[in-house]
């Protein structure tokens, strides 16, 4: 009845981004991990981030593709209310809950709850969050055309240092490594509208360098599980983060 | 530098209790899993117990001993201050990390540091937490006897449901299936005297179920990482609980 | 001016759940023991289920009907934006107000605003707690048929373990004793559309037990109050928890 | 087995302070409620106060004794580390244990666990907490001389606004009332070494004040307990307090 | 780039308020402070305030406009959803967005996010936060016809006790000195018909006053950001509270 | 009778560290800064050091010597238990209080009180604010040699990420600009036995670019208040950290 750890390393990853370059700043390093791992991985971007000082939306969609690619992620579109204007609505709740349920996957990211950070990225967090709930309950008319899906773990991840949960236990992915660190640079480089103004890009690496010294490793990236995870054994457990 | 996997399975287990029983009711189920897997685990009990309502120190060392057995655990005894006298001294938390030297353990079970509990759990758990990092100091002149040691990863226990901390994402070990849950069960009813007036057994064993259906199998038990948990990668993360 | 004793003990109980099951499942134990020492309790229940994986609306009320008449309760259903789709919405706080006013109960249970269970628990949680507020301000447009109405106390009630509040104390309400615990034994099995696939039931009885061996008594629910809890002496409290 | 309400009502009250003032300034209103009602009470105050700017221990030592009368109680000194040199030992605890053994009290009054405030004053509470649970084990040596004993409830009072705790659901007393008010004033008024330098008791009375407006009385006093609270029914509670 | 002191002495306070008289009530005498030191400051008020018990919403504009002008400052009303109406809508925030890019203040004043108060404070509260995020955004069409202006600080005031949020260092403006505490009362005063049934008034002053006797000063109003404060040097600091 | 400003930046600051390099490295931008602007600053080291696993504690002293002079400090050493071996004893905050009342400072930078670090800091840290407390209390008979002095504000420094408090909001100083920098890497140079094993500069350097980033700044340290800050109008402020 619960996946076994095979299924489980096979099931896609589904990631959730309330702007064309949240997902790829805030973790791409752990997309490009898993897919490089062999995992497939599929983004849904709910917004053309119309709002940005610099870059307009085509330009962003270009760019977004062009970042997904080189993660070797798939990319879809979902307009919710817009940029800078999403609102929490039953009925997003449900779109995204129908595309977990064609997705199927076994883990999903998501924004983090934190208020205090753009408006659209806790709104969205809440908004998957409550997705993946929907998606597993039989009863939702709008979902019937897809079987109920329910996922392994709902991870959400931090844009910004201030993004980052207090009350949860951090999980440090390792994404050290020549490869991962070139492909997650080059996925943000993609993002040429949004480099010009403010160093994005350096307070990412910056972060995952602070990240990867705690962690013992050279870079590593903090995602938080809102539920208890499940454990087979301890075995399954890594290392902690107690480096200094 | 990092022990590979295969090194950390192979690690031995090492579990401190306040009281003869406080290991065997907290998480006996989840040591009998990692003895069955073929890890070892080393059990140091700080008291006598002699505090308690009932039982001598005589008779609870016995059954300490036998408890230990069952789960497949050595044991020894190393008294500080005695049952409901322990306090916090810096040569405590030295005693404790010679034996981790010692012992070599990649994971340390220890107390939970709420503090609303009897008192000596939260000191142990405080002192255990302390002497993990001693033992990885390469100047502390009474350890020198012993090389330097770093630990995987200290996780913590709760003997009841209000030690379990707030503010920590736990982790749901599985113990589902007849005979972890039998040596656990045999376990704690090896505390004979302890089981005269109050169910602790039947509390545990609420606990677990409880924890259980949260996590969607028949029994769990909560541990809890005060520090971050570095993972390579996604696919050694298990299930989130999320069953209702 | 403030409401002597008397008067608080005949005060009605209002309970409102967002799905048929949701309060005879949290702490229907709660509602049989008051309506069994003379209060009187009405139910609104605010979708008619319909997300369920099971049970038809249709059936579902026929269920909460008798499910409530167990208990000593009445029933209304206040559809609002139906199940899995609530949303914050100020004319259901006013919708809400309105029922407080007619009803003008001494307590009101509602769930908690635990964040991470059903979306629509916390939202109605929310929703609850400002139409108390609303029932009581003079100058509200759509209330003025009835008169203004200022409630004792809110309690919180949680559905499942995860919706407990942590920074509040708990009220465990000791529902010990064979005719209280028949009767909520009796509502939950009413629910029978909902005892297919996953067993509610176990988890509210496994989780009564837990509070109840915490309480020093067989079973007990716990409640939550967000306010201050004024108090004319001590001696109207009643014992802590600490058990173990 | 547990306590009759009839027989909570007449156990002593029993409170603690780490200076001979604390008690009366932080809840000396509590406790003439509660004596006027035909409760008896017992002050342990565990130091002299002599770090204090102004007032010589002896001088201390007499409007102790004076306050203490008035509020209609008993009063004993038991040192000991001395003021402004309180230590965790459990040596202390020990004491303290013994204390409650002898009084038998049905509530006890501690300081609160803030760790921010007077350094006497967090660890005092930290004391009595843990005596309380030493109170009731049958086997400590050193209590051996006094059957084990169970208290009802342990409340903390807070001495400032910065010692009431952020996490525990406050239940405040009404104090209001002429006598009550009048002998709390006076109470305070009788240590008249502190009142020379700076206003203690204007800082009380605004507090209770305060919490007065909130509660829609005139005064009332913050209580708080860190175990649940175990009810028999909601009779036994009062109203919340939420009147802005 | 960024601004010098002295620019920010000059930029205006803007204030926003659910009601015609939150901002006086909760800091009024921050206000006059500030005012009277030079600056200008203007309120913006999101509700006639229809739903309180007293005052039509004709009487308490006048009343509000009165109040604003003792305290020296500028006031318009900005009716969003009603009184106890307010939902968290994307366009509310791109109005309040719009004021802050016209008055362009250094200092914006808005109620704290804790939840359990008037349903109306909070949501301000969240949507006062997401405009000065959004006004600085250089691609909200709604927003181009004024240029984008970051504001310095954001800063929280608590309309009641409970509403001082629990996890932020207060910052206590101290307000003591005859004219600017002169001031504030008359600013309270003025809403005349709001002084009828409930004593806010009194509420306040014994707030500040118990502040004040926190701050070592007469009377004190806290204020409270969510952001981390940015200083050239701790010369710029003032005291910590710790008089008692 | 409260400070003038002016007397605040002329009061020396006084900073107390567990080992030879916790200061500077945590700090040691801040006080560059602050000895620029002209104030004097005073060191407190409390071990020598002993227990790292490199660096005798004669050559950690003259490394300690070298690199508070870089700052502009003058240092002390004041040896309580040990490196290591640090308790809370009563005896060792008379030690600290009484340099303060020495050196009589404005400002104390002490190690911030989270728990999960080394077991050293969080107990000095609570030590100092124990110190700064008796060093105002008129009565305690060790410290009557030195005038009874009460500090401005007790600011903590966090070692590492983790030992930055959650609940506090976080005061970010500037430390940009080439000669304070300079300074700052200079003086964590001076540690040269510290630099073999682990990178600690780069930890440092690292957290204040990160800091920086989000302060819109270079580089910047961040300091915590546990008390609430008294400020005497909003001029003195600085920015609200929010730049992405």
């Known amino acids: ?3 076994t750890p095979n299924s489980r390393e096979l099931a896609p990853l ?3 981004g309330a ?8 973790c791409g390093g752990v997309v490009a991990r898993e897919t490089r791992a062999g995992r497939t991985a599929h983004f849904v971007v709910c917004s053309g981030g119309e709002a940005a000082s610099h870059g307009s939306p085509e330009q962003r969609a270009i760019e977004a593709e062009k970042s997904a690619k080189i993660l070797g992620a798939t990319l879809e579109f979902l307009v919710l209310d817009g ?3 999403l609102e929490m609505r039953a009925e997003h709740a449900m779109k995204l809950a129908r595309i977990i349920r ?3 996957p076994g883990i999903i990211l998501a924004p983090s709850l934190v208020e205090n950070q ?3 990225h806790p709104k969205l967090g809440r908004l998957v969050r409550d997705a993946a709930r929907l998606a597993r309950y039989g009863g939702v008319e709008e979902l019937r055309e ?7 773990l709902l991870l959400h991840y931090a844009v910004t240092d201030e993004a980052e949960p207090k009350d949860m236990t951090p999980l440090l992915i390792d994404i050290s490594g020549g490869e991962v660190m070139a492909l997650w640079t080059a996925a943000m480089a993609a993002h040429a509208s949004q480099s010009a103004t403010r160093d994005y890009q350096q307070l990412q690496l910056t972060r995952a360098k602070l990240h990867g010294l705690k962690a013992g490793v050279e870079y590593s990236i903090p995602l938080f599980s809102s539920d208890p995870i499940v454990l087979d054994s301890l075995v399954q457990l890594g290392r902690g983060a107690r480096s200094f």
């Open 102 to 104: 064609v997705v199927r």
């Open 83 to 85: 940029d800078a204007r």
């Open 1 to 3: 009845m619960k996946p």
């Open 19 to 26: 702007h064309p370059d949240d997902i790829e700043f805030a």
């Open 146 to 152: 897809h079987a109920a899906h329910a996922i392994d």
């Open 118 to 120: 753009h408006p659209d």
């Open 14 to 16: 589904l990631a959730f």
